[in-house]
T-cell receptor, first 115, second 112 residues
Framework: GAGVSQSPSNKVTEKGKDVELRCDPI?????LYWYRQSLGQGLEFLIY????????KSGLPSDRFSAERTGGSVSTLTIQRTQQEDSAVYLC?????????????FGPGTRLTVT | QKEVEQDPGPLSVPEGAIVSLNCTYS??????FMWYRQYSRKGPELLMY????GNKEDGRFTAQVDKSSKYISLFIRDSQPSDSATYLC????????????FGTGTRLLVSP
């Protein structure tokens, strides 16, 4: 079946602009995760959604970052007033249930460049 | 100090070599240990996971966990040029939501 998809694949924006990144998880997966991958930094956890529960936002780096998940499926990560340090690859992953969160399936990522 | 340390490489080996990739960690609460492979401009894909200490083998890949030393390894036998990628270790706790903590990744280059 189809894997996790993300759009856009690349985004170049000017400092101070808002951006929206989209993630379509694997159908039926109840858990959805956002990570950020910066050069030489590895993957950094941002936010986690599980079903209808309140999201775990403990990894969001500032209040400029927010995310929502509509209808338990598609998720949007929004970055307001972008800064150059926001430049990174933003990865989305999904998994079946909370208990199997190690089996996370990743999308190809959105490469964000803030000029 | 990072919770998970991983040598960024690059690690260059000839085709057919045995490759050893390693991570160390500081948090003794970690219970699940994973290895992901990431090709350039792609998302990570899960290769193997291990619960607690011990070994796990899958084809040419063997994962080892030594919790007493807080050290995990991934061995690749008979390495192929197609194994050239970045290998990320990841781990999590066994309570509540298991946030994955990743190493920075080791870039592996296998030359024909």
């Amino acid at each position: 079946g189809a894997g996790v998809s993300q759009s856009p694949s690349n985004k170049v924006t000017e400092k101070g602009k808002d951006v929206e990144l989209r993630c379509d998880p694997i159908s039926g997966h109840t858990a959805l995760y956002w990570y950020r991958q910066s050069l030489g930094q590895g993957l950094e956890f941002l936010i986690y959604f599980q079903g209808n529960s309140a999201p775990d936002k403990s990894g969001l780096p500032s209040d400029r970052f927010s995310a929502e998940r509509t209808g338990g499926s598609v998720s949007t990560l929004t970055i307001q007033r972008t800064q150059q340090e926001d430049s990174a690859v933003y990865l989305c992953a999904s998994s079946w249930t909370r208990g199997s969160s190690y089996e996370q399936y990743f999308g190809p990522g959105t490469r964000l460049t803030v000029t | 100090q990072k919770e998970v340390e991983q040598d960024p490489g690059p690690l260059s080996v000839p085709e057919g070599a045995i490759v050893s990739l390693n991570c160390t960690y500081s948090n003794s609460a970690f219970q699940y240990f994973m290895w992901y492979r990431q090709y350039s401009r792609k998302g990570p894909e899960l290769l193997m996971y291990t619960y607690s200490s011990g070994n796990k083998e899958d084809g040419r890949f063997t994962a080892q966990v030594d919790k007493s030393s807080k050290y995990i390894s991934l061995f690749i036998r008979d390495s192929q040029p197609s194994d050239s990628a970045t290998y990320l270790c990841a781990m999590n706790r066994n309570t509540g939501f298991q946030k994955l903590v990743f190493g920075t990744g080791t870039r592996l280059l296998v030359s024909p």
